[in-house]
């Protein structure tokens, strides 16, 4: 009951009573309310991975503002410039979502900022040609859609209400992305040479998004028991290579793994091991671009600070 | 640049609600961070209405919404009962409820009342049918809302920019196109 002005409802139930009422109410698909009863971890377990969400909209926003001012044309540019602001949109919804459970915006800023907070590894690689712009569209937005098509369903309502609006925007995202590719597919010998250096540069990173093997993924039991996560890193991982890899062969493009196979017996396209190496050296803040991306989120604040001075100062002198 | 410290506050936290339709109860949004109601306005407007559903909005600070959900309802059946007028004078209050397990809190209707305990209890009594999962009453009075005036400047500019609808893109259509050439040319093959 956040904004109460008056004394909160007394719960007088036991920490046992309690906990077998909120996994009952999950078990019926209802969902947690601010103000519900819920269990420390499942509080941590929210806070913990709603801000790295939000904090990956917000530091995803670099790699691809990087190159508005490059865009082939004024319609390419305009689209790029609105859905990197989507991406601003979407961290603002997100970090809304973790302040329900009583986390502060300066905290979460603050995390984020001093480099103790994480956000996605996929942000943490360069792009270098206009045919990333693409790559990012279809294969990271796509990856991201498979996960929060997921946590739109989540037991905590309102992060779910956050990503059903997300995922509205992010269909936009990815269709903007798949147009670039399929453009360039079908364009010129080196047009086409742009694209495959794209796909051959961000495959495996997308592929390392849905992050570690469920074996090795210590937080996947909790998140599945308290229905935050309805399907497991593997599943999701496996979705997203079935759906994507015969639409870019289709394109003529080739997928960088030789391991690639449709397996009939399964339905499912086998692919190659994934380099956790590289993967846990990037979460660690070795990537080609930690350091580039956290110089230029402190940057930016910096920039903003006097705008958030002249707001205050606003205020002061006609609220006064 | 040495201190990475925000240094400064975010501000308070103003609820927004917004209404798609002139036909349709404002629902909420989401939240802004901003000094005052009037900032908290415009920021709305940017992080909210980057798409053209929007003829309304309505900022409302937080901490001046009394929240309850069922949960803590059931805990007390008592309590709802036992809440009594507080002498202070009346005033007007919106009532708002989330209706169904999956939906967002909307605008029900309005009561009057003398403090916001007081607001609910006759909330729920006014609206029997319209119990839901969780309640929101706020004053009337601590409501900013954009005017007619507002429409074309603040929402109009999202409604020509189309691209942000993905089905202004025809990517989906190509790639059927050539996933069933690839089949028909496997098919030939074998
Ligand atoms: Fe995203
Ligand atoms: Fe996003
Ligand atoms: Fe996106």
Known sequence: MYGATVEPIEDIRTDAEKLAGFEARIARGEKIEPGDWMPDEYRRQLIRMISQHAHSEVVGMLPEGAFITRAPNLRRKLILIAKVQDEAGHGQYLYHAAETLGATREEMLDALLSGKAKYSSIFNYPTLSWADMGAIGWLVDGAAILNQTMLARCSYGPYARAMVRICAEENFHRRQGQDIVITLALGTPEQKAMMQDSINRWWWPTLMMFGPHDTDSSNSAVLIRWGIKTKTNDELRQAFVDQTAPELMALGLTIPDPDLHYDAATEHWHFGEINWDEFWNVVKGNGPCNAERMTARRQAHEDGLWVREAMAAYTEKYQS | ?190
């Open chain 2, 1 to 190: 640049m040495t201190d990475t410290h925000t240094r400064d506050t975010q501000w308070l936290r103003y609820m927004v609600l917004h209404q798609e339709r002139e036909d349709k109860p404002h629902q909420h949004a989401g939240t802004v961070h901003a000094p005052d109601a009037e900032m908290a306005l415009l920021n709305a407007r940017d992080v909210f209405v980057r798409r053209p559903e929007c003829v309304s909005l309505w900022v409302v600070r937080a901490d001046l919404i009394f929240t309850c959900t069922q949960e803590e309802l059931a805990l007390h059946p008592d309590w709802i009962e036992s809440l009594q007028p507080s002498g202070n004078p009346v005033e007007k209050y919106y009532f708002f409820a989330k209706l169904t397990q999956k939906g967002q809190f909307t605008h029900i209707g309005e009561v009057e009342a003398q403090n916001p305990t007081h607001a609910l209890k006759i909330a729920l009594q006014a609206y029997p049918d319209t119990h839901g999962f969780a309640w929101w009453v706020f004053p009337v009075k601590a409501v900013l809302k954009s005017t007619p005036d507002d429409i074309a400047v603040m929402f109009g500019p999202a409604a020509v920019k189309d691209f942000r609808d993905q089905a202004n893109f025809h990517a989906l259509s190509v790639l059927r196109k050539l996933m069933r050439k690839q089949e028909v040319e496997e098919s030939h093959e074998s």
